[in-house]
């Protein structure tokens, strides 16, 4: 799908606009809980619109020719690369036209109107929302940005395995929340080019394990349903490159439950003042359940990735 020089260039590209996020070591809690190796949370949450989709977003309409940047951006989104696209497009001065799924979260939906978007909601899931985007891009002439299987937005997710590895130069895991699977592709594409040691660790949720089951029956398939209400961790079927990917890169995947969620963005905000999402909070929710746990003396990176009110 892409290579390290995409990544690369998409980081040179997007510099001026995303922000260099800060680490924190996962210290000095009030429970004294020992993961068994030495935990950094990477707060991805604090980037541009709230979530490393920023990264992408911006990516993507940075290429775009000022004729279809005119036309404006369209996306489906289940908040955060809705978010994100928005934000990117205020920054050029473009429109862009946001449908979203019921199970948006409220907050999420607030802030796509500060940013200047308009928004449709369309469906009960993402799948619902995006063929509506499809549809409007058809009809209007809109540029449509897919939140996970376009090849310019995962390198610009990309970009965060970079920075990971400038901060952490020796991280032994790295732990990613899933839901299309676009950033856990270019993160680790980055990563394993140049520390192919690190092992890399996806979280799903039990409600929408699409990679999960895909790498199970060894090929790409659709979920019958899906039953979680994290709207950002959503989708019934990823791509076909998506999946190659994952399955070359990814070492594992695991699985948690909303409440474990839930209950980890709580303790981030309790512990941190952290205002992580559901999906912000996966990697420290794999940690806290036991779904993954580090060796000792290893060095894990647990990504918050998303900003919300979830825990607070």
């Known amino acids: 799908m892409i290579g390290l020089d995409d990544i690369r260039a998409a980081r040179w590209r997007i510099a001026p606009h995303v922000r260099k996020t800060p680490i924190l070591p996962y210290g000095q809690l009030s429970s004294r809980e020992d993961f068994g190796g030495t935990v950094t949370l990477k707060l991805e949450l604090l980037q541009a619109a709230g979530s490393f989709k920023a990264r992408g977003a911006m990516n993507r309409l940075l290429t775009l020719s000022a004729e279809e940047?005119?036309?404006?951006?369209?996306?489906?989104?289940?908040?955060?690369?809705?978010?994100?696209?928005?934000?990117?497009?205020?920054?050029?001065?473009?429109?862009?036209?946001?449908?979203?799924?019921?199970?948006?979260?409220?907050?999420?939906?607030?802030?796509?109107?500060r940013w200047g978007a308009e928004v449709e909601i369309v469906g009960a899931i993402w799948d619902d929302a995006n063929a509506a985007a499809l549809a409007y891009a058809r009809e209007t002439g809109a540029t449509y940005a897919h939140p996970f299987s376009d090849p310019v937005v995962v390198a610009g997710q990309g970009t965060l395995g970079l920075d990971i590895l400038d901060e952490i130069p020796d991280v032994d895991v790295i732990l990613v929340a899933i839901g299309?699977?676009?950033?856990?592709?270019?993160?680790?594409?980055?990563?394993?080019?140049?520390?192919?040691q690190t092992r890399i660790i996806g979280i799903e949720p039990y409600g929408s394990p699409t990679l999960h089951a895909c790498l199970e029956a060894g090929r790409l398939v659709t979920l019958d349903r899906l039953e979680t209400r994290v709207a950002t961790m959503s989708c019934r079927r990823t791509d076909q490159a998506i999946f190659d990917a994952v399955a070359r890169n990814?070492?594992?995947?695991?699985?948690?439950?909303?409440?474990?969620?839930?209950?980890?963005?709580?303790?981030?905000?309790?512990?941190?003042?952290?205002?992580?999402?559901?999906?912000?909070?996966?990697?420290?929710?794999?940690?806290?359940?036991?779904?993954?746990?580090?060796?000792?003396?290893?060095?894990?990176?647990?990504?918050?990735?998303?900003?919300?009110?979830?825990?607070?």
């Open 69 to 113: 940047l005119a036309r404006g951006v369209v996306t489906a989104s289940g908040g955060n690369h809705g978010l994100a696209i928005a934000r990117s497009a205020h920054v050029l001065g473009a429109r862009a036209k946001i449908f979203l799924p019921s199970n948006v979260v409220a907050d999420k939906v607030a802030k796509l109107k």
């Open 180 to 196: 299309g699977g676009g950033l856990i592709t270019g993160l680790s594409t980055a990563v394993k080019a140049l520390r192919p």
């Open 250 to 312: 990814v070492d594992e995947i695991v699985l948690v439950s909303d409440d474990e969620m839930e209950g980890a963005a709580q303790s981030l905000w309790f512990e941190f003042g952290i205002a992580a999402d559901l999906s912000g909070a996966a990697a420290v929710a794999a940690l806290q359940a036991k779904r993954f746990v580090p060796a000792p003396g290893s060095k894990v990176c647990a990504l918050v990735c998303g900003a919300g009110t979830d825990g607070t």
